[in-house]
T-cell receptor
Framework: DAGVTQSPTHLIKTRGQHVTLRCSPISGHKSVSWYQQVLGQGPQFIFQYYEKEERGRGNFPDRFSARQFPNYSSELNVNALLLGDSALYLC????????????????FGPGTRLTVL | DAKTTQPPSMDCAEGRAANLPCNHSTISGNEYVYWYRQIHSQGPQYIIHGLKNNETNEMASLIITEDRKSSTLILPHATLRDTAVYYCIVRTPMSGTASKLTFGTGTRLQVTL
């Protein structure tokens, strides 16, 4: 089975532009989460979507938005890019969105490396 | 959010057991401990998780202390391919049905010949 896929692999943008990153979850998984990983740090939680609804949001500005489609794929949008948005953006899928299920492992994709110049 | 504390780096000889410690003294009763690893800035790879009891799978064993304030990930026979950054994570339930993984800075494990 295919794992989590993300596109594009790499992206270069300039300050002020916007970007859209895409994620396809593992077949059968209904929840998608987005993380930002700045160089040298661990991933930081941005959003979780389950059944096409936002279920959780991390401490990120409103420039960051996301959505989930009926096929459970997801997009992350970032507007008015800043230099500090340069990072590896990771998508993770899981079957459930419930925080109380023990069978809720999140499987990560390879990430999209965004460079803002 | 419950936070984790890990040593920044560790070395292990190939073929020996690697024991990676983690402190999570503020963990709540409904928060699971997860371990992931990340190789060369690829996506993190799930290893194992647990709540109260020790757990074992084909990759590793997880030992959680009785008070749940610390845990140890054990790779029984480390190989060069196990060289990676290992993250000890507390999975935090959020409002409703959401949960998030709160990553720290991890332990960089170097397996040597």
């Amino acid at each position: 089975d295919a794992g989590v896929t993300q596109s594009p692999t790499h992206l270069i943008k300039t300050r002020g532009q916007h970007v859209t990153l895409r994620c396809s979850p593992i077949s059968g998984h209904k929840s998608v989460s987005w993380y930002q990983q700045v160089l040298g740090q661990g991933p930081q939680f941005i959003f979780q979507y389950y059944e096409k609804e936002e279920r959780g949001r991390g401490n990120f500005p409103d420039r960051f938005s996301a959505r989930q489609f009926p096929n459970y794929s997801s997009e992350l949008n970032v507007n008015a890019l800043l230099l500090g948005d340069s990072a590896l953006y990771l998508c993770a899928s899981s079957y459930y969105g419930s925080g109380r299920s023990s069978y809720n492992e999140q499987f990560f994709g390879p990430g999209t490396r965004l460079t803002v110049l | 959010d419950a936070k984790t504390t890990q040593p920044p780096s560790m070395d292990c000889a190939e073929g020996r057991a690697a024991n990676l410690p983690c402190n999570h003294s503020t963990i709540s009763g409904n928060e699971y401990v997860y371990w992931y690893r990340q190789i060369h800035s690829q996506g993190p790879q799930y290893i194992i998780h647990g709540l109260k009891n020790n757990e074992t799978n084909e990759m590793a064993s997880l030992i959680i202390t009785e008070d749940r304030k610390s845990s140890t990930l054990i790779l029984p026979h480390a190989t060069l391919r196990d060289t990676a950054v290992y993250y000890c994570i507390v999975r935090t339930p959020m409002s409703g049905t959401a949960s998030k993984l709160t990553f720290g800075t991890g332990t960089r494990l170097q397996v040597t010949l």
